[in-house]
Structure formats: C-alpha cells, structure tokens
C-alpha cells in the first residue's frame, strides 16, 4: 500500500470512531503515552491561541516549547482548519 493510501485508512478509521473512549482505545494501540500526551498538549495550545492568549502565556501554561506553540499557532491560521473545524465542534457541546 502507499503511503498516502495508509493515511488514507487511518483518516476513515478514525471517522469509524463514536466515543471518546474508543479514540483513547485506539490512540493507545498506535501511540505511545507520551505521544498522546504531545497530541493533547497540541490541542490546549491552539485552544488557548483561539482564545486570545500570548505565545508566553500559552507556553508557561502548557509547558511547550515556543516552537510548538508557534508551529500549532501556524495551523490554526493555515488553509488545512483541522483545528478550527475540531475547536469549533467541541465548543458546540
């Protein structure tokens, strides 16, 4: 399989999730703890940025890296809105 038909599968797998403790069952199997850990610090960070916060406030926060804030900061405004388009959902909830 190539690669772009790997990501591919692993997008419509995650689509197949309904729960948040079947994504924590997944993010398990394919992810160490520290990985999920950077995913879920990745995502307060944009939350934060969303909300206003300063580079600094969000890194003394969060305890990233200002390469990691910048580079989710980056995201957030790109053309792709994963992070938009997951920040505007959970905030409809």
Same mark, same amino acid.
């Not at 003394?60 to 405004?77: D, F, I, P």
């Given at each position: 399989?190539?690669?772009?038909? #790997? =990501?591919?599968?692993?997008?419509?797998? $995650?689509? #197949? $999730?309904?729960?948040?403790?079947?994504?924590?069952?997944?993010?398990? *199997?394919?992810?160490?703890? @520290?990985? =999920?850990?950077?995913?879920?610090?990745?995502?307060?960070?944009?939350?934060?940025?969303? *909300?206003? @916060?300063? +580079?600094?406030?969000?890194? /003394?926060?969060? %305890?990233?890296?200002? #390469? #990691?804030?910048?580079?989710?900061? /980056?995201?957030?405004? %790109?053309?792709? %809105? %994963? +992070?938009?388009?997951?920040?505007?959902?959970?905030?409809?909830?």
């Amino acid at each position: 399989m190539e690669q772009d038909q #790997t =990501i591919e599968r692993l997008c419509e797998a $995650l689509c #197949t $999730l309904s729960r948040p403790d079947e994504a924590h069952a997944l993010l398990a *199997d394919l992810c160490t703890r @520290r990985e =999920i850990s950077e995913l879920a610090q990745r995502l307060e960070v944009a939350t934060m940025l969303r *909300d206003g @916060r300063s +580079y600094l406030e969000v890194s /003394k926060a969060t %305890g990233a890296s200002s #390469t #990691t804030v910048s580079r989710v900061s /980056k995201c957030l405004q %790109g053309a792709q %809105g %994963g +992070y938009r388009l997951v920040l505007d959902r959970l905030s409809d909830r």
